[in-house]
């Protein structure tokens, strides 16, 4: 009990720091960020979900009985529960189970749990994000750290993208083979990280490996720009209130980004601002949520204006994960500068906590877990055998959607099972296959080695196309270890 209690007081210390989260300059008092805490329902800067098998694990006695779940955990308005309905409920309505469900013999092969791909619905979630974008692909610069995966990544690449932001170098290095092999020469690679030590040597080896390709690493000080290695460039990455790196946006408008960029030692070396408005994900209603952050997109103009008052040209200026996507493709100061680029990358596979935070966005899940139920531990409930270890579980409960079963309550996981409250519906039998979105697809792509990659016929019929290694999964460990991209073979893509 006292680890669980340090916990959810932590979190909710973190959460306390996510309501100081409003526009740069805001300092609200403590008792005012305790106010929107409770307001909006946030846990760690995301929005709270109740534990509700733990509070009926502790409301039963031990008795087995169901747990009455019909409560909503989150009806906060402008999220597609925020009527009050359960979040299950709420989700991937319209969702079709039976595009979902394996082929027989695929389905007796396969080892639950295990991760899934389906490559039509990537494609067409693909094209959602370019409508967004006007029709225009080098609008997007997707965040590769959601897919991981080379034959997904050469998707986005045949769509048109060339641009893409990158959380590690060995993503970077997954990218720079797609492009060498997909005979893309003006590829661009962004690790939107701000690397230090081995770790911006590691990307150093990765640029010298793909010359066709642009390098470029996120700074935040004319320090950072001294340590650049030959053949990486930069942007500068200021902070409008995420607070999770980069330069704070007081300090660049007082004159700081002006410092970084005039830092360059050679021409085209400074290449734009990062400008990461995730936080805004904790304006849940849409117009708010646009409010403040053309709020914030002003400032950034304002700050672009300045550093060309200095003879300085950003050459790019990016924003938006998925949240704020339409806000930013939306502000016309954004469109009209034409250096505007828009990054998210969840989109690409979308997830359950972003079908609910966003009714904004027409997507549909590109990737799933597929489990199967293994226990039948007590009266009303069942188990599948896909814990913390198979689908990711830091954003909350419930972390998975049950494709085709939104009467069921997941409940909170261990690191192999996963219990879930039948909510006195029939229980499915031991052995029977569940479809999983997660809740946050992104770390749970990471978890996985491997994942079947599903694409259909003229007909319509699923079929698999491979057993795809998740090339990007993980992080390098040692300067001197050969690069991943060392280790693959030429293959169509």
């Not at 997904?152 to 720079?176: H, M, N």
């Amino acid at each position: 009990r006292s680890g669980v209690s340090f916990h959810l007081r932590r979190m909710r210390r973190c959460a306390v720091q996510a309501a100081h989260m409003g526009p740069c300059g805001a300092t609200p008092t403590m008792a005012s960020a305790e106010r929107r805490v409770a307001s909006l329902g946030l846990q760690n800067g995301m929005p709270h979900h109740r534990n509700l098998a733990a509070d009926s694990t502790t409301g039963t006695s031990g008795s087995g009985a169901a747990a009455d779940t019909s409560e909503s955990r989150m009806t906060v308005a402008g999220m597609r529960n925020g009527g009050g309905l359960r979040e299950m409920d709420a989700a991937f309505r319209g969702l079709n189970p039976e595009r979902y469900t394996l082929p027989t013999e695929l389905l007796d092969q396969a080892i639950t749990p295990c991760l899934v791909v389906y490559l039509d619905v990537v494609r067409r979630n693909i094209t959602e994000i370019i409508r967004l974008c006007g029709g225009d692909p080098s609008r997007w610069r997707p965040h590769a750290k959601t897919t991981k995966i080379l034959a997904v990544y050469a998707e986005i690449v045949r769509a048109g993208v060339r641009q893409f932001k990158a959380a590690t170098p060995r993503e970077a290095d997954v990218l720079g083979a797609v492009f060498e092999e997909m005979a893309v020469l003006d590829g661009d690679v962004l690790v939107a990280f701000p690397l230090v030590g081995p770790g911006l040597s590691r990307l150093a080896q990765v640029a010298k490996r793909f010359p066709q390709t642009t390098f470029s690493v996120l700074v935040e000080s004319v320090d950072a720009v001294a340590k650049l290695p030959p053949g990486v460039s930069y942007f500068i990455d200021v902070n409008p209130g995420m607070h999770r790196s980069g330069m704070p946006l007081e300090e660049a408008e007082s004159g700081g980004a002006v410092a970084v960029a005039a830092a360059a030692r050679t021409a085209g070396a400074f290449r734009g601002i990062h400008f990461y408005d995730g936080h805004g994900v904790g304006w849940v209603e849409l117009g708010e949520r646009q409010a403040e952050l053309w709020a914030l997109y002003d400032r950034l103009l304002a700050l672009d204006n300045k550093l060309r008052q200095h003879g300085l040209q950003p050459g790019e200026l990016i924003t938006a994960g998925t949240p704020s996507l339409t806000s930013s493709i939306a502000h016309p100061g954004l469109a009209a500068t034409g250096r505007h680029r828009v990054s998210p990358g969840t989109v690409v596979f979308h997830d359950f906590q972003y079908d609910l935070l966003n009714p904004d966005l027409n997507l549909e899940p590109a990737a799933v877990v597929l489990s199967r139920v293994v226990s039948h531990p007590r009266n009303g409930w069942f188990t599948a055998d896909a814990g913390s270890k198979a689908v990711a579980a830091e954003a909350g409960d419930p972390m998975v959607y049950i494709i085709g079963h939104p009467e069921y309550e997941p409940g909170h996981p261990s690191e192999e099972h996963l219990p879930i409250d039948g909510r006195g519906h029939a229980v499915p039998s031991r052995g029977s296959p569940l479809y999983l979105v997660p809740r946050h697809v992104c770390p749970t792509v990471n978890l996985a080695q491997h994942a079947l990659l599903m694409d259909r016929d003229e007909s319509g019929k699923l079929y698999l196309t491979s057993l795809a290694d998740v090339d990007a999964r993980a992080h390098d460990t040692l300067l001197s270890q050969p690069l991943v991209s060392a280790g693959f073979r030429k293959s169509s893509l």
